[in-house]
């Protein structure tokens, strides 16, 4: 009974159900969801555990983030999901020694370009939309794993063989074919969208292989949801959206994590950048609304 409660809560924190404003007192919520006060108790305890609910004096009420708040949960996607590829590539420092074959020379850790507003260097005069996807990919010296093509490296350690985990390609196809279909027709902006663009991050990383890092990424996205849904993308950003998800399919298809990897981070700083840039905006007229009336 309480594990229904605790996912019915989700769903309508996530959809804005349950105004932000307003303490979520037990007896209320009992009627709602028609329980006794006893699951409704194990659900909310649950949800403050899950950082979804924030107490205050009087009570229980739904998390808002600060703005601040925001980019530091944007910052953690951006770490675990680069993650899920650095883990898997052939000669990056960061990959554990247990997760290769042979080892070799490391090569430099991937570093977040970051502009003067958080976004990717690269497209300054618009830190909301930053191309990520990049089509000169070198398709020599592919090597099957037999779940995934690997690109062989050159020079220096290029004896090294394949990775040993590679994503998993049915569950990357699939997205793949998911986000093509999205491009060539494109939804209605609304929470089912959102809730494709979550199931797509969520995916590549669960291919990688660590479920943990999925896990801690659905934490993310529960926290910044409410947020998402009361700025949804506009028919340019869908289109944005669907491409950079594409390619980054492709590459990672393709065995090509390293642009995958910097596929990913463009697409990741750019929607940070779009969504601090919102959150600031909306304060701002917040403030203006306040000092004037009609």
């Known amino acids: 009974m309480s594990e229904r409660v605790y996912r019915s809560l989700q769903r309508d924190l996530a959809a804005g159900t349950l105004v932000p404003t307003e303490r979520l007192g037990e007896e209320r919520l009992a009627e709602t969801y028609g329980v006794s006060r006893t699951p409704v108790r194990e659900a909310l305890a649950r949800l403050l555990s899950d950082g979804l609910l924030e107490r205050h004096s009087d009570g229980l009420y739904p998390y808002r ?4 708040e925001l ?10 999901e ?27 850790v991937a570093v977040i370009p970051t502009g003067s507003r958080g976004a990717a ?6 830190p909301d939309r930053i191309p990520a996807r990049d089509t000169a990919s070198d ?15 050159t020079g220096p350690g290029s004896d090294r063989r394949p990775p040993t985990r590679p ?7 699939h997205e793949l074919e998911t986000w093509l279909r999205i491009r060539e027709h494109p939804p209605e902006s609304g929470t089912a969208l959102i809730a494709a663009d979550e199931e797509f991050h969520t995916t590549l990383l669960l291919s990688a292989g660590n479920s943990a890092l999925a896990d801690a990424l659905s934490t993310v996205h529960a926290r910044v949801r409410p947020v998402r849904a009361l700025d949804l993308p506009t028919p340019g950003r869908i ?3 669907a491409d950079d998800h594409i390619a980054i399919a492709e590459h990672l298809l393709a065995g090509d994590l390293d642009t995958a990897l910097r596929t990913l981070l463009a697409h990741l700083t750019s929607s940070r950048a779009h969504v601090l840039t919102r959150a600031r ?10 000092a004037v009336r009609e």
């Open 65 to 68: 983030p600060r703005v601040d």
């Open 71 to 80: 980019g530091d949960l944007y910052e953690l996607r951006i770490v675990l």
């Open 82 to 108: 680069a993650r899920g590829i650095q883990r898997l590539q052939a000669t990056p420092a960061t990959v554990p020694e247990s997760l290769t074959i042979a080892a070799g020379p490391p090569a430099p």
């Open 121 to 126: 260097v690269g497209d300054p005069a618009d």
């Open 139 to 153: 398709r020599d010296g592919i090597a099957s794993t037999g779940s995934i093509t690997w690109v062989a490296p």
């Open 167 to 173: 994503h998993d390609v049915t569950a990357v196809r």
């Open 239 to 241: 289109a944005a959206m």
């Open 281 to 290: 905006r909306a304060l701002e007229l917040t403030k203006l609304a306040q």
